[in-house]
């Protein structure tokens, strides 16, 4: 059985316990999209450079990458969340390359300089939507020439109609993932004005407000997407 809030959703110390197995179960195709996610920063990362996780929760994002890239570089992974940032810095207390801050997204954004990869992995969806368009100009005006950003969402369909069909199929995933209908329901319910989704386009469209001129869908499945969005080199 999963945890799901009575209320409002929150990420407090239950969702931290069971947060992987709930994507696990929750995401579809999730370790294609964490591979492709990893794979992508990997190939902009520059040595010496900062790659930063917006909403990093546990560190899974950050794991990954360090595994990979074995140092030369730093890694700042940024989180509202005390249970999830308890979480991260424990997993990452012997990483000198590691710094877990609390730093609210809403309220400005953290003073890093060469930041080359910023990872938004099923995070700007939680802010309200009043704040994205700034968030995002501030992670470009923060990215250095060829860095990128990785974002990756939860969407809603381009008509009412098509939504339904999406959301249907997304419903039987979790089902067969060993959700009931009751836990979906409360899941659901719970969310409302929490995870607010907007259309791919939609998304599309911020990434372009913001200043990123190479923009493309590298992961889709139904009702979630994925996109690469990279900053124009230096003359």
């Not at 009575?6 to 239950?14: A, G, L, M, T, V």
């Not at 100009?137 to 969407?155: A, D, F, M, Q």
Request: proline share 3%; with cysteine; glycine share 6%.
């Amino acid at each position: 059985m999963g945890h799901f809030p009575d209320d409002k959703w929150q990420f407090d110390d239950s969702v931290t316990q069971v947060f992987e197995d709930m994507l696990w179960r929750s995401i579809p195709q999730y370790e294609v999209m964490r591979q492709a996610v990893t794979d992508l920063a990997v190939q902009h990362t520059t040595e010496d450079s900062t790659i930063v996780d917006l909403g990093c929760s546990r560190g899974e994002n950050i794991a990954r990458l360090l595994s990979v890239l074995n140092g030369g570089c730093h890694f700042l992974g940024i989180d509202v969340s005390e249970p999830m940032l308890d979480a991260a810095r424990q997993r990452f207390q012997s990483a000198d390359s590691v710094t877990i801050e609390r730093f609210d997204l809403r309220q400005g954004y953290p003073a890093v300089r060469n930041i080359s990869v910023t990872l938004a992995i099923l995070t700007l969806q939680f802010t309200p939507i009043e704040y994205r368009h700034q968030i995002v100009r501030n992670i470009y005006k923060s990215t250095r020439p060829g860095g990128c950003l990785i974002l990756v969402e939860k969407v809603i369909g381009a008509t009412a109609d098509i939504d339904s069909c999406l959301r249907d199929r997304y419903y039987d995933l979790k089902g067969q993932n060993g959700y009931s209908t009751d836990e979906i329901e409360r899941k659901r319910l719970s969310l409302e004005g929490v995870l607010v989704p907007v259309t791919a386009r939609w998304n599309e469209e911020l990434l372009k407000s913001a200043g990123f001129n190479q923009i493309d869908c590298f992961w889709r499945w139904m009702n979630f997407a994925g996109w690469i969005a990279v900053k124009e080199q230096s003359n």
